[in-house]
């Protein structure tokens, strides 16, 4: 990968969840670190007349606490820190990554969120309908992730639908990048109707993880340890519940196939994965930018 990922922080337990799985991320991958805050834009309101006494302090405070949120990156990660205005936390994280040419954008939980769950506050949810590369969403308790961890396991769960193919480049470069190991998930079984046979739900099953394998193996550069499974259970958060993650295990989902093209929106399958899933997320978009510019 050996690109830049940026990271939103805030002064709070999630904005330290985000830099902790940033680091891990970067340091697994090769990439480096670009930890961001934002503040509201200069010419935020013609009512309220910009105060330059306040600007400098509140820039200063953001310094100090970007110098605080990084002191437990490990030395062997590259990264820079930088104060961004902008009209919102997500459209700042969006300029940034597109000046940077990041490949990534992390960001917390909201708070509130069970430990190691996600619980989606409005910045991630603005990212997730405005952001043109993958997402990559921090449950809460991230931070306390021994970073030596780094990340062992990619799971992608990968469909039929428009935007697989994408899905798939992103895990194979990812796992080619940290050299974790890839388990595609197939979901095809806990999507059909519950009146289809339970015969033909197997064969479908079946079916549809030789495919999903086939097309890995045919598109897979640099990734040796490859394994498809599929899911079981009544509906999907049944699905995520029997599978077992790793403590250095990161998912990857697709977004809708409502999403505009190169965009991101949650779909309802990711959006019932994201309830009981124990691991970071990182949500792609259905197509990307052509080679050279950013996703």
């Not at 205005?85 to 300029?95: Q, W």
């Not at 990968?158 to 480049?169: I, S």
């Not at 796992?175 to 197997?202: C, H, M, Q, W």
């Not at 999403?259 to 994965?273: D, N």
């Amino acid at each position: 990968m050996r690109g830049q990922i940026v990271v939103g922080y805030t002064a709070t337990p999630s904005g330290e969840d985000a830099v902790a799985l940033g680091a891990r991320l970067a340091g697994a991958s090769g990439s480096a670190l670009v930890v961001v805050v934002v503040l509201p834009a200069e010419d935020r309101s013609v009512i309220t007349p910009p105060d330059a006494s306040y600007d400098r302090y509140l820039k200063g405070k953001a310094a100090r606490w970007l110098e605080a949120a990084t002191t437990e990156i490990a030395d062997t990660v590259t990264f820079t820190t930088t104060v961004r205005y902008a009209d919102s936390f997500a459209e700042g994280l969006v300029a940034e990554a597109a000046e940077v040419g990041a490949s990534h954008i992390v960001v917390g939980a909201a708070n509130g969120g069970l430990r190691g769950r996600h619980r989606l506050g409005s910045v991630a949810t603005e990212l997730l309908h405005s952001s043109n590369v993958p997402v990559v969403l921090a449950p809460e308790g991230s931070r306390r992730v021994e970073p030596s961890n780094g990340i062992t396991r990619i799971t992608a769960a990968v469909g039929t639908r428009p935007g697989a193919d994408a899905l798939l480049e992103e895990a194979t470069s990812l796992a080619a990048a940290t050299g974790a190991e890839l388990r595609l998930l197939s979901l095809v079984t806990v999507d059909l109707p519950a009146s289809v046979d339970t015969g033909l739900i197997r064969i479908a099953g079946a079916a549809h993880a030789d495919e999903v394998l086939a097309q890995a193996r045919a598109g897979i550069s640099g990734v040796s340890d490859t394994e498809v499974i599929v899911g079981r259970g009544g509906s999907i958060e049944e699905a995520v519940q029997h599978l077992s993650w790793e403590p250095g295990e990161v998912a990857i989902v697709g977004s809708s196939r409502l999403a505009q093209p190169r965009r991101l929106f949650l779909g309802s399958t990711a959006a019932k994965m994201l309830h009981e899933l124990p691991a970071p997320m990182i949500v792609v978009p259905r197509t990307r930018a052509p080679e050279g510019g950013s996703r």
